[in-house]
């Protein structure tokens, strides 16, 4: 670098690369070599000289020369998706601070947002010069060949090959979105590999071309064939939530597991491109990677699924004694659980009513949950989404929606039940239930409109889908806790339910901690004694059911060990359902 001094006092610091450049052009205008006019000279010269341009050439060397030096790197590459995360959180909220309002309108302005793409296309290295394509002159029987250079660093190139069966050579099979050779726009599905490093790959494996990449250092020069088309690659906004786990490098199927995406059951995906048929490329929702990863399609799970239950079901023709006992623990294998089946040595006295929707469990046992379609849901002014608690009988979902009715009972509602019997003196229709004739109950279960439904004593009754569509449209939250097959009707785009599961903890704690609470039994009519050892493990045996069948459908999961611990979780998840954009069946937003 050269500094010189200008007339007014300040320094100037001079490119060397940039004078060489001016002095050249200067001595190539004087000689009359160029073959240019005089303003088209004053105009580069002058862009020569320009500060601007030495300090953008500057900062260009500095950020080049860290690469190497490693003085410095970016903490994410993302900070433009960190703003819309914070705008959507600040625009979904009704009570912010002055705080909080400055800062979301200071986000939405272009400099900061200019400032932040800026970084973003830093932290990526979009700033190093991408070969462009150059057609060669050939004769029309001569291939056309093109170079891609990539510069080699600890990001994976993010491409895949694999051998063409017709031909035997060497092709590019797949890129991976937001990758390198994605990012360099000059590789496409379908090129040919000729050479690596000039290395000649015919006759070669795709686990040869690997060795070769690996081995190499600094920037790697292909040598393609171009494909025939050059489609560019379209990202999709499509966001999943998965029902399983997934590893990578356990898949022996998978075409690269390198290019592998781990994620667990719950997680949502950014499901970028479907174009494989078994194989999607996906981001997990909020990853600042930006490079996206292998992982099974819907179609190829589900076989998996299918297939392991087969092979389940083939190696276990004789049933399990052990369900048949209360003392034992229900089974639970790891890849493909079998549903628990219901207990038959135990007979144990229900309190009151037993509420029972039509039984379908061989349909919902055959569901197959791998991906569902998710995207945001906001919240509505006025329209709450309705709060269900789901468990088994005994697991306390009755105390907790008692004590959260209890809190705001103006807000806080639940449908009041239908009856067939007759209404006694004391009654009023309206207050505890709904008094109808048993010939109107019955056609409105005909219809489908009970979500749940049961007869004892030779009376029926059952709670109506129209209660609780009007307690959501009058504005109240209303709190609900049916028996699981209930769920058929109650998740549907019309009512958006928030579903929770209470889920009892292990046989131990759930004994100590009923006993230390002195609860009553409510298996048993009074609610005079506390619980057996048999209806614990009918709690426990039930709850396994439930969560087998069921599972996927759950947005939230409370274990009901301590019930203040379970109540303070129970109050937080419907504050955040009430206040917080959250993930929903795209259904229900569309």
């Known amino acids: ?17 940039l004078s060489r450049l001016l002095s050249s052009l200067e001595n190539a205008q004087e000689q009359k070599e160029l073959p240019s006019s005089e303003d088209e000279f004053v105009f580069l010269s002058e862009l020569l000289k320009s500060k601007e ?66 970084h973003d296309a830093v932290a990526q290295k979009d700033y190093y010069p991408h070969l462009p394509e150059i057609p060669l002159e050939v004769d029309e029987d001569e291939e056309t060949i093109k170079i891609v250079q990539l510069v080699k660093s600890n990001e994976p190139l993010g491409a895949t090959i694999k051998t063409d069966e017709e031909t035997g050579k060497i092709v590019i099979a797949r890129i991976m979105h937001g990758g390198a050779a994605d990012r360099s726009g ?10 690596v490093n000039n290395i000649n790959v015919e006759g070669k494996t795709p686990n040869d071309v690997l060795t070769i990449l690996q081995n190499s250092e600094g920037t790697i ?4 064939v171009p494909a025939d088309s050059k489609n560019g690659i379209w990202e999709s906004k499509v966001r999943v939530r998965a029902y399983f786990d997934y590893c990578a490098s356990t898949d022996p199927y998978i075409p690269c597991k390198e290019a592998g995406l781990d994620f667990q059951k719950g997680d949502v995906l950014h499901i970028v491109s479907q174009d494989d ?36 079901t083939k190696d276990s023709k004789e049933e399990v004694v052990g369900l048949c006992s209360v003392a034992v623990a229900p089974v639970v294998m790891s890849c493909a659980p079998q549903s628990p089946k219901s207990p038959r040595c135990t007979t144990i006295k229900t309190k009151k009513i037993m509420y029972d929707t ?3 469990d061989d349909f919902d046992r055959e569901q197959i949950a ?33 004590r959260l009715i209890a809190t705001n009972p103006k807000k806080y509602k639940t449908p009041m039940p239908y009856t067939s019997r007759e209404k006694r003196p004391a009654e009023v229709n309206g207050q505890e239930y709904f008094f109808v004739e048993r010939s109107y109950m019955e056609n409105e279960i005909e219809k489908g409109n009970f979500i749940e439904y049961g007869e004892y004593k030779g009376n029926l009754y059952g709670t109506s889908l129209d209660s609780v569509k009007m307690l959501v449209h009058g504005g109240f939250v209303t709190i609900l806790n049916p028996h699981y097959q209930a769920l058929k009707l109650l998740r549907s785009p019309q009512l958006k339910p928030y579903i929770i599961y209470i889920k009892p903890p292990s046989l131990e704690v759930l004994k100590e901690t009923r006993a230390l609470a002195h609860a009553r039994s409510t298996f048993d009519a009074n609610n005079s004694r506390g619980f057996t050892d048999d209806e614990f493990h009918e709690i426990l045996h039930a709850s396994s059911r439930i969560e087998f069948l069921y599972e996927h459908l759950f947005d939230e999961q409370i274990v009901n060990a301590d019930l203040a611990t379970a109540f303070e979780q129970l109050v937080t998840a419907v504050n955040r359902v009430e206040t917080e954009p959250l993930w929903a069946p795209a259904s229900w937003v569309q």
């Open 1 to 17: 670098m050269v500094t010189e001094t200008m007339a007014n006092g300040s320094n100037v610091t001079w490119d060397p690369a």
């Open 53 to 118: 341009l030495h300090a953008l050439v500057s900062a260009h060397n500095k950020i080049k020369g860290s690469t190497t030096s490693k003085k410095f790197f970016p903490l994410l590459s993302t900070s433009m998706q960190v703003m819309m995360d914070v705008l959507e959180v600040l625009a979904s909220r009704t009570h912010v601070s002055e705080d909080c309002k400055e800062l979301f309108f200071l986000l939405q302005r272009p400099h900061i947002q200019g400032i932040l793409c800026a």
């Open 186 to 195: 000059l590789i496409h599905v379908g090129d040919e590999v000729i050479e």
């Open 221 to 224: 020069t292909f040598k393609l």
């Open 277 to 312: 048929a078994y194989w999607w490329q996906a981001r997990k929702e909020g990853d600042k990677n930006m490079r996206a990863g292998l992982i099974p399609s819907r179609a190829l799970q589900e076989r998996r699924i299918i297939h392991e239950r087969s092979q389940i």
């Open 358 to 360: 039509a039984e379908n």
């Open 370 to 402: 791998t991906y569902e379609e998710v995207a945001k849901l906001y919240p509505r002014p006025g329209i709450y989404r309705p709060i269900v608690l789901i468990g088994a009988p005994g697991v306390g979902r009755n105390e907790l929606k008692r």
